[in-house]
Structure formats: C-alpha cells, structure tokens
C-alpha cells in the first residue's frame, strides 16, 4: 500500500471519522403506533452560511414531534410553507427560489420555527451548489499535508489571495455506515485566506472559476474520502440494478464474513483500507443524508482505488450516478469527472496498460446522458499519485460546465479527440473530431508528439515519429510497414504533450480491442 494512502487514512482517523454502525442522528419507527418523541431541528447540513441553489424548490427538512406543524420562511419569499411531522417525527418542506442575478451577494435568512421555537439560518446566499465527491485526488487540500501531501502548487501565494466570500465550501465529515445514515456533519466555510486551506483543491478552482464568469454565488459540498473505492459510494439499490455489477462487486461482499463485520473492531490502517472498498458504506454515510439538497450537479475524482477493474468500472460508475441521479430527483443533474492521471504505481514497466484500460473504461461512461471528461495526461506525477496542479483541472471541469451547463456551447471544453486513421504505405494519419481541435494541434513543450505506437498484422507495437501535418498527425515507424493499429498514450503513466491550441491534452486512445 502506498504511503501517501497510510497518510490520507490517518488523516480519515484524526478527523473523526465514526466507526460504529450503532449511532444514528434519530430514531426510526416502523409503524403508526410507536410514536417516538423527537426535538424540533433542520438536518444538520442546512446551516447559515450555505448557498442556496438557485431557480429551484429549496427542500428544508428535519425532527418535530409527531403531528406539529413547522413553518418554513425566506426573506425572498414574504409568505410561510407549512410541514407536518409524520408519525417518525420526521417533516419536509420546500420553498421556492428566484433565479440568482449576477453580481447579486445580498445575504438572506431562513426562519423553521414551530410551537414558539425558532431556527434562523443568516447569511444565506442564492447561486449554484455542486457536489463533489471521489477519493484522494478530490479530497486533497489547498494546504500540504507533509510529508505525504505537498498542497497545491504555488499554496501559499492561492490561499493568500482566496477573498472570495461568495463561496461556500462544507466538508462532510468522514464515516462509513452499514444503513443508510439521515444527517451527515461538516460545516459551512466562508471562503476567505483564513478558511481555503481546507478547502479541496479541485472543488476551489472549478468554484472560482465559475463565480468569476457567471458571477453568482458558488456553493461546494465535499464528499469524498482518500483511498475510496467507487462501490463505496454507490447504494445497494443502484449495485442491485445491474447484474453484472451486483455479481462483482455486491454479491461477494453480502456472502462474505466482513458484511457481518462489527465496524467497531477496525483497528488498524490495513483494515481500514480495505473498508474502503467495501460496497454502500460511505454512500450510506455520506451522500444518502445529502439527497433533499437541491444542486445543479456532480463533480466526480475517483478510480485509483479501481485501477485493475478495466471494462467493469464502466457499469459501475454507471450505476451510482444513476442512483445519485435517482435519489436526488432533480432529472439527469449533470457528471463531470477527472480521468486518472498518470502514476507509474512503483513498478516501473512502462509498458503496462491496466490504467490505460482504466482511463478507457471511464471514457465510456460518455455515452451516459449529459456527462464530460477532464483529461489530465499532460499534468501528471509519475511517482506522486497526488500531482499538485489542481488549478488546471478545476478550470477544465469548469469548461465542460460553461460548454453543457451554462449555455456557452462554443467553450471549447475537450482536447483532441480521436475520429478516425487511413494510411498509405507505412505512414499513417490520424483525423479527430473537429470540435475537439478549437484553434488547432500543438504541442505544449514545442517538441513532437510523443506516446504513439502502431502495429501491424502480428499484434506488437512499435514506438512511431509523430509529426503534426494541419489538423492531422502522421506516424511513420521503420520497425512496421503495414500498419493496422494505433494506441496513443496507452500505457499506465505516460505524461503527453499533444494539445489544441487551448490548451487542452489528446484524449487517449487506441484502435484495437487486442488483449495481447
């Protein structure tokens, strides 16, 4: 196990991460008859400070004893919603929201107040909110952790300059739970220099980038957990729906000994690790309490933990959005996720493609409904799985929401991406789609393109000369003179310096489907 995993499970520990499956934030009832008495509040999420997603119904929900009527007002609103608690002492209810007006900051109050008891939530503000979740890569703050994580590249000059106040970031606590969890902890930060160190840096970036072009407020709530694996996040219900991915990944889990597992008895890092890995667990604590919040979508770093999965990470990234998608009810919020970095997992072979078949198998996930790809084979560390430039990956993310999202469609959001290759004699060219080329091919180093290889009929690659001709690239390779297949990039770690002119890295490909 990797260092730098040891360090992130340690810091999963220190944050107070609960263990017990006994603990529930309220009591549940089965029936009418049981009626059990519960104090009046608001699920702990909802707190002053937060961002309210705007031009949607805000859901407010919480405890009252069985039978009373809580009533819901904004200051926007000039009117009161009435709630009832069920017999489980449990009310919901939702008010509506105005379109956000850029430039508008102007704080608000929500008043819940039921039988002369009140709770006001100040400092609210109306924009977008974003759930971003994964695992190390997300989770990973502005701040270094040393020696393990090293902070975003230039911390201290980012942070200094982090006065953003109309960001909101809420971390939601580390837990693993065996059921279904109603609350979640973390608390809603104000972004200021005092506060962005903790912030993620993924989420601070694409956050950053979104207040200063749409200017409206930005809300982050991050979830997500070091070393995670994605069955982790996914709900039963979703592992259920597909077969395939219930006979992988659930199936071996419920008939194991570990399902039976007192969480309790987690005791060392190895186990805790391999927790991790465990089916529903941080879904259950971690996003299931999150699924009344009203967001405009998913921002989603996840798959190291999912490294040797290859085809099968399809159907199961696949089958938690949908279930996010499902428990959130919000229609097909959008998904936008990172494909995995370079990292050459210690052991050298530069000709190893199990993560290239990772990076492939979440380039399927595409053919979702509204999803997109963040492409980052050009800032890579090969021997840090932790890479520090978390700036251009926000920024990336934050173009295929301009693009999808925010009704800016000539964003140019994706890098070169493959369409087609024709050769003559030993000399191939390579065609991509002519969205992806915005001003054209270029090399970010000013050198020529590097990681293509071409085969022929007896299935071995070759190293190939790529040479960038208008908006194609020719290979030539003296070792194959009928070539019949081409990989780009498609190996475990190779850092790539193929770009469009905007910056943005070739997506990684090949031709074949040869499992030699």
Request: charged content about 20%.
């Amino acid at each position: 196990m990797k260092r730098s995993f040891y360090a992130l499970l340690i810091l999963f520990c220190l944050s107070g991460a609960t263990l017990s499956n006994a603990d529930s934030y309220e009591k549940q009832i089965s029936s009418q008859e049981n009626v059990v008495e519960v104090e009046f509040s608001v699920a702990s999420i909802l707190q002053s400070n937060m961002v309210v997603q705007q031009a949607k119904p805000f859901t407010l929900w919480g405890t009252a004893p069985a039978g009373d009527t809580v009533f819901l007002a904004a200051d926007w609103t000039g009117t009161q919603v009435p709630a009832v608690a069920d017999a489980a002492g449990q009310w919901k209810g939702q008010l509506p929201v105005p379109a956000a007006q850029p430039n508008d900051f102007t704080p608000h109050a929500i008043t819940v107040f039921s039988k002369g008891k009140k709770i006001i939530l100040s400092n609210v503000l109306i924009g977008e909110v974003w759930l971003c979740s994964g695992q190390s890569n997300m989770d990973m703050e502005m701040k270094p952790q040393l020696p393990w994580l090293r902070g975003v590249l230039n911390h201290e000059e980012e942070i200094a300059a982090a006065n953003h106040p109309a960001i909101r970031l809420i971390n939601i606590e580390n837990s693993f739970k065996k059921e279904p969890q109603a609350n979640a902890k973390g608390t809603w930060l104000v972004c200021s220099p005092e506060t962005a160190g903790d912030f993620s840096g993924v989420a601070y970036f694409y956050g950053r980038e979104l207040l200063q072009k749409l200017k409206v407020p930005i809300g982050l709530v991050v979830a997500s957990v070091g070393g995670s694996a994605c069955q982790a996040w996914a709900s039963r219900e979703a592992l259920q729906t597909d077969p395939v991915v219930k006979a992988k990944y659930l199936t071996p889990y419920d008939l194991s000994p570990q399902a039976k597992e007192n969480l309790d008895s987690i005791k060392t890092l190895e186990k805790l690790f391999e927790v991790l890995e465990r089916p529903t667990l941080l879904y259950n604590a971690m996003i299931h309490p999150l699924k009344n919040l009203s967001v405009k979508g998913f921002l989603w770093y996840q798959g190291e933990s999912n490294k040797k999965d290859g085809s099968a990470y399809t159907r199961l990234c696949t089958a938690m959005l949908q279930g996010w998608r499902k428990d959130f009810a919000q229609g097909d919020l959008p998904f936008y996720f990172v494909q995995v970095t370079p990292y050459n997992w210690e052991e050298k072979d530069s000709t190893l493609t199990y993560y290239a078949k990772l990076r492939e198998a979440q380039e399927a996930v595409l053919q979702v409904k509204n999803t997109g790809m963040a492409v980052t084979m050009d800032i890579g560390e090969v021997n840090d799985i932790h890479p520090r430039n978390k700036k251009d990956v926000g920024i990336r993310l934050a173009k295929i929401a301009f693009a999808k999202t925010y009704g800016q469609p000539e964003t140019v959001h994706q890098g070169p991406t493959f369409q087609s290759f024709t050769w003559k004699g030993n000399t191939v060219r390579i065609s991509f789609r002519k969205e992806s080329l915005g001003s054209g091919l270029t090399t970010s180093d000013g050198l020529a393109p590097k990681h293509f290889y071409v085969a022929g009929n007896d299935q071995v690659f070759y190293p190939a000369t790529a040479e960038i001709v208008r908006d194609q690239i020719w290979l030539t390779s003296e070792k194959v003179k009928k070539p019949v297949a081409v990989r780009y990039a498609f190996t475990n770690f190779p850092v790539t310096n193929l770009a469009n002119k905007e910056g943005l890295p070739a997506q990684p490909f090949r031709t074949d489907s040869w499992e030699k």
